[in-house]
């Protein structure tokens, strides 16, 4: 049984610092290509093996509080190389903190397995060392890659995070009863069966919080799909609001063209001339923005244009709507429905009212249908690794679902759409094979 020694402090250290860079490696694997980065995390190796090492030998009573403050560093460590949230590290941390404790464990058991057997030599430790350490943050990393994104990071919250302290702690907690107290149940007084409590113990809570974590991937799916669903819900309700009462102006159109006609033979003073010139110009608009080929485009673009115009927003249309007869009506509410929404949400901010454009264009491109609507905007864009806008609202976890149905949309016909900036323009670009 002397075979069965603790775990060598370095170990510890080293297994603490690799589980933070695994973690980093998924959330920020751009930034590891910096010198800087690496000069920064020898540093922290360096502070976690000389504090671990140095506090090796202390009394029971002070082991909890430094193994706290080794997860300390961690946190640090996290929220400094990953850019996150207090939250989003805080939740990361315990993760690695459980992850460094199993690979460490399973790596010790195993080496104190040989050597029992008379085959513990410093070649065999570095070597399961290298390839236990390697082999358990790359499979994490491969399993986790689907559902640790910096997206859902940012929807963490402090329920999240302390869900999962709460599962490390307790695993921790169990894992190591044996170290401290014997002779009552789930410990045992022989150090090769301690060995193998702690392991399993520990793969049984990364299990849980890997299930855990799918839960909460599934739910932020869920809720993503019903929001998905009620704006685009919203933006058919909207075209049908709109259809209505289009069909109503319709009826009048021409009466109305007529009447303007008569108006203009009779004599009366200049006031009313320039109110008929308004009239007149106010049905021209109206007439040369409903045609563009397809109903539903022409229904949402005359709404849109109706309420540019009480907001004094120019807004301008070249289209080919036939090219768009492919697409189902609820597809083409959602795309040019949001996409305009967005816009004008934006230029109806500009204090200065010249600079409240907005353009839609509808093109083919040899085989494709090219569609770009654009505006004026003097904010610099910042895009996530989703393509979404990173926003600076107080509502994150609402916000951008209106862009991500213009995506979805979009690859429902094969095709795509992405956002960029140019020359003070705002660009939505979406390319879909034509039938």
Known sequence: MEFYQDIPRICTAIAEWGAC???????????????????????????????????????????????????????????????????????????????????????????????????????????????????????????????????????LTVKEGLAATGIVVCIFAFSNLSFIYSGIPFTSDFRA????????????????LYVYQSRICEYIAEHELSAMNAVLKSQYDQYRNYQDSLDLIHLKYHDLKHQITALRAETDEERRRKWLDAIEEEVSAFENMNKTGNQVLDTILAAKAFHCRKHNIQITCVADGKLLDFMHVTDICSMFGNALDNAIEYVIMLPEEEKRLIHVSVSA???????????????????????????????????????????????????????????????????????
């Open 21 to 155: 860079v695994a973690y980093l490696y998924l959330l920020k694997k751009e930034k590891m290509k910096s010198v800087s980065f690496w000069l920064v995390s020898s540093l922290v190796l360096a502070v976690q093996i000389v504090f671990l090492v140095a506090t090796a030998n202390v009394p029971i009573i002070f082991w909890n509080p430094c193994m706290a403050a080794a997860a300390g560093i961690m946190f640090f460590y996290l929220l400094w190389g990953g850019e996150m949230s207090l939250y989003g590290a805080w939740y990361c941390c315990a993760r690695a903190f459980l992850l460094a404790e199993f690979t460490a464990s399973l790596d010790w058991q195993i080496f104190t397995f040989f050597q029992a057997g008379g085959y513990g030599c410093l070649w065999l430790q570095i070597l399961l060392f290298a390839l236990i350490y390697f082999a358990c943050f790359r499979i994490t990393i491969r399993l986790e890659r689907p559902f640790l994104t910096q997206e859902y990071i940012r929807q």
């Open 193 to 208: 069966d301690i060995f193998t409590i702690r392991t399993l113990v520990d793969f049984g809570g990364m299990m849980v």
């Open 365 to 435: 491109k040899k085989s494709f249908v090219f569609i770009k609507i654009e505006n004026y905007c003097e904010e610099e864009i910042v895009k996530d690794e989703n393509r979404l806008l990173v926003t600076t609202k107080a509502d994150k976890k609402n916000h951008g679902f209106g862009l991500r149905s213009i995506y979805a949309a979009a690859e429902k016909y094969g095709g795509s759409a992405d956002i960029s900036q140019e020359n003070n323009w705002f660009e939505l670009k979406i390319l879909m094979p034509r039938d």
